[in-house]
């Protein structure tokens, strides 16, 4: 395999563990954003 295609196949694995790198992160905040909305509605019923 020539330089020019380990970069290529490089650059593209690169591109895609963005992708999931983006997707995962965006997974987290809507995680957080559940978290949050849980441990309010929880701490107004104890309350």
């Given at each position: ?36 909305r849980l441990v309010l509605r929880y701490v107004t019923e104890e309350g």
């Amino acid at each position: 395999m020539a330089d020019e295609e380990k970069i290529s196949v490089l650059e593209e694995e690169n591109r895609r563990l963005k992708e999931d790198n983006e997707k995962l992160m965006n997974i987290v905040v809507q995680m957080r954003v559940t978290l949050n909305r849980l441990v309010l509605r929880y701490v107004t019923e104890e309350g």
